[in-house]
């Protein structure tokens, strides 16, 4: 069955330092989202993507943030400048072209930051 | 008001018990109700997904909406300790809307 793959599974950084996340998306998905989940807190989240380029975005999502998605497979997340509150679980999802859809979730990747 | 409130429990239920889940929700725009099972720092699994009023069966799980109410609720039979985890309600909007969830329930299902 398709699922949504992330890596790193772990990643561990220093406050300051840039870090990509990577998502391989379900083939043939057409909308692409980041979610994020701070220990012992509600899954919160980011932003959307679609069409090359962002729908929507939340007030977490700030310009320390951006999305890519360099080739027909990958979606990343990248965040420019890590602060010791960017430590969290963050998930890629993935929903089909039909407005009926639903997403799926990837298995996250935790981001420790010190 | 927050948007999806949940009982974050934890619920303990011996093997065997029927399970009820429930999320309240304000919005009304929300037409599309989930729920996830997420294991320790794992990614929600989706469970049951339906976006009428009404049940909907699958196996043991059974989704119960009520948009009248703005409740939705997640029952399991026959619970099993494998099904000991935290189960998330998430809900949207039309299109491609990002889900709001809720806390989550922790669930133990103790043999």
């Known amino acids: 069955e398709p699922e949504v793959t992330q890596t790193p599974s772990h990643q561990v950084t220093q406050m300051g330092q840039e870090v990509i996340l990577r998502c391989v998306p379900i083939s043939n998905h057409l909308y692409f989202y980041w979610y994020r989940q701070i220990l012992g807190q509600k899954v919160e989240f980011l932003v959307s993507f679609y069409n090359n380029e962002i729908s929507e975005k939340s007030e977490i999502f700030d310009d320390q943030f951006s999305v890519e998605r360099p080739d027909g497979s990958n979606f990343t997340l990248k965040i420019r400048s890590t602060k010791l509150e960017d430590s969290a679980m963050y998930f890629c999802?993935?929903?089909?072209?039909?407005?009926?859809?639903?997403?799926?979730f990837g298995p996250g990747t935790r981001l420790t930051v010190l | 008001q927050k948007e999806v409130e949940q009982d974050p429990g934890p619920l303990s239920v011996p093997e065997g018990a029927i399970v009820s889940l429930n999320c309240t929700y304000s919005n009304s725009a929300f037409q599309y109700f989930m729920w996830y099972r997420q294991y320790s720092r794992k990614g929600p699994e989706l469970l049951m997904y339906t976006y009428s009023s009404g049940n909907k069966e699958d196996g043991r799980f059974t989704a119960q909406v009520d948009k009248s109410s703005k409740y939705i609720s997640l029952f399991i039979r026959d619970s099993q300790p494998s099904d000991s985890a935290t189960y998330l309600c998430a809900m949207r909007g039309s299109g491609n809307t990002p889900l709001v969830f809720g806390k989550g329930t922790r669930l133990s299902v103790i043999a």
């Open positions: 999802a993935s929903q089909g072209g039909i407005a009926t859809d639903t997403q799926y």
